[in-house]
């Protein structure tokens, strides 16, 4: 079946830690997308990339970073700079067929990551 | 900047009871609406769509929603829920002109639904 794969399910940081969550999708989507979901406050984009080797800041882009080397895979690195990094984390694709917006955003499980 | 609002924070239903959940959105272009659901311990998947042609959409599990343009909204409704509706429901808007990047949650309304 084909779909999204975030790995860990769950993952613990220490202060001062990076840390990097794997997402990799089967789907052969062009667009990848990096989310944050916190309590209350819905889902919030960090970074996305429409094609391999480029990507772009969402509305909460501090602290994080991403890659996109490969069609499948698109990691995001929560690094020391992110000072709130507690929350679970997202990651979806698209077909992304340029102006056709139309077309669904499929999601992976999510990672819950949570700080020592 | 399109915003989303979901004016219900949690409801809470008995089974069989008709469900509406609100869906506001700020944007006076075109726009491509969603509601996704993600039920406990799963991922988020989508409900039904709209972005062109008849203004009510059906969904699945007996979902449909209704585009009304003059109010900015796109409601969520069933007319019985049943204990497995239980979840979270996410309304989403995009535009045309700014492609799928652009996709803009609302915060969420937690659903849960009695016995």
């Known amino acids: 079946d084909g779909g999204i794969t975030q790995s860990p399910k769950y993952l613990f940081r220490k202060e001062g830690q990076n840390v990097t969550l794997s997402c990799e999708q089967n789907l052969n989507h062009d667009a990848m997308y990096w989310y944050r979901q916190d309590p209350g406050q819905g889902l919030r984009l960090i970074y996305y990339s429409q094609i391999v080797n480029d990507f772009q800041k969402g509305d909460i882009a501090e602290g994080y970073s991403v890659s996109r080397e490969k069609k499948e895979s698109f990691p995001l690195t929560v690094t020391s700079a992110q000072k709130n990094p507690t929350a679970f984390y997202l990651c979806?694709?698209?077909?992304?067929?340029?102006?056709?917006?139309?077309?669904?955003?499929?999601f992976g499980d999510g990672t819950r990551l949570s700080i020592l | 900047a399109q915003s989303v609002s979901q004016h219900n924070h949690h409801v809470i239903l008995s089974e069989a009871a008709s469900l509406e959940l609100g869906c506001n959105y700020s944007?006076?272009?075109?726009?491509?609406l969603f509601w996704y659901v993600q039920y406990p311990g799963q991922h988020l998947q989508l409900l039904l769509k709209y972005f062109s042609g008849d203004p009510l959409v059906k969904g699945i599990k007996g979902f449909e929603a209704e585009f009304i343009k003059s109010k900015f909204s796109f409601n969520l409704r069933k007319p019985s829920v049943q204990w497995s509706d239980t979840a979270e429901y996410f309304c989403?808007?995009?535009?045309?002109?700014?492609?799928?990047?652009?996709?803009?949650f609302g915060t969420g309304t937690r659903l849960t639904i009695i016995p």
């Open positions: 979806a694709s698209s077909i992304d067929l340029g102006s056709n917006s139309n077309q669904p955003q499929h």
């Open positions: 989403a808007v995009n535009t045309p002109n700014f492609g799928n990047e652009k996709l803009t």
């Open positions: 944007y006076g272009g075109t726009v491509n």
